[in-house]
């Protein structure tokens, strides 16, 4: 009798569907514990996103995804990661509308800021309120140094 239970290919397995809602990537990167060390990230998520684990896809029940979760956690190393394996800086969250974006300007983090900024992240983008990042940057006491840190940015793009 033959198995109803198809084998994953190489190329599926790090998209498999945890019972939790998540891929293997995003549990990875939620997993991933905080380490004060500058640009430490574990190899197991580089060898995720090496073996094609998508990193735009999201939790089928919080629309949770990875890049939205390392910059809630003020991430750098895993934000630098997941957009060096092509995370789009502006998606957006599917109920709420938030990208990463509008977190990292709310918590004050130039650096995840500066990071979304490099990849071309779209500034204006607009929650399911209408409210941009400067909003929450400004709502949090963060406007000054998110404005100079996104024209310091821009102008390090344009002039190096």
Not at 25 to 49: F, H, N, Q, T
Not at 51 to 62: I, L, M, R, Y
Not at 87 to 103: E, F, Y
Request: aromatic share 4%; hydrophobic share 35%.
């Amino acid at each position: 009798m033959a198995s109803s239970r198809r084998k994953r290919t190489e190329q599926e397995w790090p998209n498999t569907w945890l019972p939790s809602g998540d891929t293997i990537l995003l549990e990875a990167v939620r997993s991933e514990p905080d380490d004060p060390r500058p640009g430490s990230v574990s190899g197991g998520i580089e060898s995720l996103l090496k073996s094609g684990a998508n990193p735009a896809t999201e939790n089928t029940k919080t629309r949770m995804f990875p890049l939205l979760n390392a910059a809630a956690r003020q991430n750098p190393a895993m934000t630098k990661l997941l957009l060096k394996y092509k995370a789009n800086p502006s998606q957006k969250h599917k109920d709420t509308g938030l990208a990463p974006a509008h977190i990292a300007a709310g918590e004050g983090n130039n650096e995840v800021l500066d990071l979304l900024i490099r990849y071309k992240v779209n500034l204006l983008a607009q929650d399911k309120n209408e409210k941009t990042a400067m909003f929450f940057a400004a709502k949090n006491g963060h406007a000054g140094n998110i404005l100079v840190q996104a024209v310091t940015s821009c102008s390090n793009l344009l002039y190096s």
